[in-house]
T-cell receptor, first 114, second 112 residues
Framework: DTAVSQTPKYLVTQMGNDKSIKCEQN?????MYWYKQDSKKFLKIMFS???????INETVPNRFSPKSPDKAHLNLHINSLELGDSAVYFC?????????????FGQGTRLTVV | SQQGEEDPQALSIQEGENATMNCSYK?????LQWYRQNSGRGLVHLIL?????REKHSGRLRVTLDTSKKSSSLLITASRAADTASYFC????????????FGAGTRLFVKA
């Protein structure tokens, strides 16, 4: 069973479109995250949710709106896509909102904006 | 700049050799973790070392932590071609919630 799954794996879209990436974890974890990895492999946290509540919002443009319908799901909706949004987006989860817990990552969604 | 910075950025070695990757960070930490990322895949947790620990082992992995120098190293002994991946160190930070801050990674290539 896939622990953290995100869909789609690849997403190619035009500038200005709105798109969503879905993430689900079956680990029973309380905390979920979205990370963005750029072309230089630099991985940066975007959002953190703990029990459906937003904990961290790292100065991400408000075109990015995460939604957590329940603690097993954290979806990422992006409005008015821009070229600079092209990157690989990773969903992750951990048991608790603590710095000493292992994070489990999804396979990533490669977003290409053309 | 980034909390964790790995060195070197890229490393190419022969199978059977040891690979050492270093990580430096700027602020005080409670924990430091190492992750591995195969090409086109998500990150996989390798090992966590706490700030009161100096060394930790897991199979062929050996991690050291020097809090006075704010640095850590990951040693992979007897490397294999399957170890080819990017390796990231990650440190914890509190900003109203814990977040894990990743470095830019070391790309390791092990030649068979």
């Amino acid at each position: 069973d896939t622990a953290v799954s995100q869909t789609p794996k690849y997403l190619v879209t035009q500038m200005g479109n709105d798109k969503s990436i879905k993430c689900e974890q079956n680990l029973g974890h309380d905390t979920m995250y979205w990370y963005k990895q750029d072309s230089k492999k630099f991985l940066k946290i975007m959002f953190s949710y703990n029990n459906k509540e937003l904990i961290i919002n790292e100065t991400v443009p408000n075109r990015f709106s995460p939604k957590s319908p329940d603690k097993a799901h954290l979806n990422l909706h992006i409005n008015s896509l821009e070229l600079g949004d092209s990157a690989v987006y990773f969903c992750a989860s951990s048991q608790q909102d603590r710095g000493d817990t292992e994070a489990f990552f999804g396979q990533g969604t490669r977003l290409t904006v053309v | 700049s980034q909390q964790g910075e790995e060195d070197p950025q890229a490393l190419s070695i022969q199978e059977g050799e040891n690979a050492t990757m270093n990580c430096s960070y700027k602020t005080s930490i409670n924990n430091l973790q190492w992750y591995r990322q195969n090409s086109g895949r998500g990150l996989v947790h390798l090992i966590l070392i706490r700030s009161n620990e100096r060394e930790k082992h897991s199979g062929r992995l050996r991690v050291t932590l020097d809090t006075s120098k704010k640095s850590s190293s990951l040693l992979i002994t007897a490397s294999r071609a399957a170890d080819t991946a990017s390796y990231f160190c990650a440190t914890d930070a509190w900003t109203g919630g814990f977040k894990t801050i990743f470095g830019a990674g070391t790309r390791l290539f092990v030649k068979a």
